[in-house]
């Protein structure tokens, strides 16, 4: 995306692979925000990258994987709060306060 | 002004000169009187409660048997999880949760006698600078009702400035914990990446974030630090610390530090804090601190660095919000539109536009001009601030401008991410960073920031320590 080219179609795609739904209001500010926030975004291809290798994790030099492989697993039935209704799992935070 | 250390009300309770109810119940009236007004809690306990694990303390000290934080009201972000209280980061997709677990910092406290009072507001999922975008009411600031607290740990900078607290928990994204402390007048310091679990902090930005330690003073965010650091099998991320006692330390001797300032990220800030910073480094300088001129090229491009991994990583956190496993629920349609409504109900606006910004940046055709180009930024952002913290601590201002008004930075995103101007450096590169109180401007508080090298976290508390005997400031709260 260049300029203001934030267009219907290109939010509608953005929103679709996001799984979310925006009222008109929010998709208006959307739409204006991507453009200046995308143009702000492209200033990092202002610096020499070229032959930089990408950092993903700070400590890199240190990463190891977990002693214990896969093979721990957790009863989800011994978590707090849970209780087992007729062979299926009824989990505590179901339920909105407000 | 009023000053309250949690040291030393742990030496109080030791020499019995204080109890931990009647400390409480002194708590509890602030909190009656200032809450109303500053919003800083999401949830807080009944003082009966409250009272109840007080006279627990009581009991713990009359045995021999205090923990290292026994009888302290501690607060805890709400984007960490803890079982007797709900979970929200704020925001209404998790309105109602209550986890099945406690974080991994939230047992460290509870073993060390910490009593865990309430949970405090902040952006909706720490996405924000001010407080303002919690999915619930914003946060006002003690200082001045009219002012943001900083974000996104507002409501833990809020109530330590109040005195609703004696310690809390932040987490630091990008200055989540270091913006608040500048605004309110507190400490707040980001430790190493990797030294403090992450296990049970809602995940905005895995590579950036930290739970992080927030206090009236330099000694008191150590001694907060010392309990909750350590290296857990469960955050994958997780690191050894290194091992120094850090509360118990001594003021930096002055001919021993050496400081950097980087003049040209202080162009563009308010005079008022540029004066009020260059006061701390003069007076430094003048007790013997060798204080110099250094250059960090790629800072100029490292808050948009910042905010393409923090966008891109959130899009990826928050895909877990399908409206089937947590309270928000769709009401109709196939499964995909049943999902698009219940987290189009239950985000907010600035959530929503991290989210598509991360999908964009993310996705094909785009990543590597947007993703890919900013992991490789970050890469010499962190070599050049490793590099310079070999050799001095790096100062900054902890904000280039004083709190702004409620309204003023959330129209804006630029404007707000603008904010983060000098946070942002220290979660890219992963070192530890302090932010204390430097001054004030016309009641206004002003912090200053300190970055060091991976594990510099014993340089950073000798040096706050030792600007603490120039500014006065330990302990101080609004009144």
Request: hydrophobic residues 40%.
């Amino acid at each position: 995306m260049q300029g203001n080219d934030c267009n219907r179609e290109t939010l509608d795609r953005l929103l679709a692979l996001a799984k979310l739904k925006v009222s008109n209001e929010e998709y208006d500010r959307i739409c204006r925000d991507l453009n200046t926030v995308a143009g702000y975004l492209r200033q990092v291809g202002g610096l020499e990258l070229e032959g930089v290798k990408p950092l993903y994790h700070v400590w890199e030099e240190g990463l190891r994987l977990r002693g214990y492989g896969g093979d721990r697993r957790v009863d989800v039935t011994e978590l707090a709060g849970v209780e087992v209704e007729d062979g299926y799992v009824r989990v505590p935070w179901r339920g909105a306060r407000r | 002004m009023i000053r309250e250390e949690a040291w030393r009300i742990l030496e109080e309770y030791k020499t019995g000169g204080l109890d931990p109810v009647d400390h409480a119940a002194k708590v509890y009236e602030r909190i009656a009187r200032w809450e109303p007004q500053v919003n800083a809690f999401i949830e807080i306990d009944s003082f009966d409660l409250v009272e109840w694990m007080a006279e627990q303390a009581r009991h713990a000290y009359s045995a021999g048997e205090a923990g290292p934080l026994e009888g302290l009201l501690v607060a805890v972000k709400d984007n960490i999880m803890t079982t007797r209280n709900v979970t929200t980061a704020a925001s209404r997709i998790l309105d109602g949760f209550i986890p099945p677990y406690d974080a991994t910092v939230v047992k460290k406290l509870a073993r060390a006698g910490a009593l865990i009072h309430g949970k405090t507001n902040l952006d909706e999922f720490a996405m924000g600078s001010t407080t303002e975008n919690s999915g619930f009411f914003p946060t006002r600031n003690p200082w001045s009702l009219d002012r943001v607290p900083g974000g996104s740990s507002g409501g833990s900078g809020a109530v330590l400035a109040y005195g609703g607290a004696d310690l809390a928990l932040g987490s630091d994204t990008g200055g989540s914990v270091r913006l608040p402390a500048t605004y309110t007048g507190t400490v707040g310091l980001k430790p190493t990446y990797g030294t403090v679990s992450r296990y049970g902090l809602i995940p905005y930005a895995n590579s950036l974030e930290q739970i992080s330690p927030m206090a009236r003073s330099v000694r008191d965010v150590a001694l907060l630090l010392d309990v909750i650091r350590g290296y857990d099998p469960l955050d994958a991320t997780s690191i050894e610390p290194e091992d120094t006692v850090l509360h118990r330390l001594e003021p930096a001797d002055p001919g021993e530090v050496r400081l950097c300032i980087v003049p040209e990220l202080l162009e563009g800030a308010d005079k008022h804090v540029v004066s009020i910073f260059y006061n701390v480094v003069e007076w430094l300088e003048a007790q013997g601190t060798l204080v110099e001129e250094a250059r960090l090229p790629s800072a100029r491009a490292a808050l948009p660095t910042y905010y393409t991994l923090a966008f891109s990583e959130a899009a990826s956190n928050l895909a877990r919000y399908d409206g089937i496993l947590y309270p928000a629920k769709g009401e109709s349609g196939n499964w995909e539109e049943y999902m698009a409504e219940a987290r189009g109900r239950g985000f907010g606006l600035e959530v929503k536009r991290r989210i598509v910004m991360g999908v964009y940046a993310l996705s094909e055709g785009y990543r590597d001009e947007y993703y890919l180009a900013a992991a490789k930024a970050r890469r010499l952002v962190r070599d050049e601030i490793l590099a310079l913290t070999r050799r001095c601590i790096i100062a900054l201002p902890g904000s280039p401008v004083l709190p702004p008004r409620l309204g003023e930075a959330l129209d804006d995103p630029l404007k707000l991410f603008l904010m983060d101007a000098y946070t942002v450096l220290a979660n890219l590169a992963g070192v530890p960073a302090l932010a204390q109180p430097a001054g004030f401007h016309e009641e206004l508080p002003v912090g200053v920031q300190f970055m060091a090298g991976k594990h510099g976290e014993p340089a950073l508390i000798r040096l706050g320590l030792l600007v603490e005997e120039h500014t006065g400031l330990a302990g101080v709260m609004a009144e």
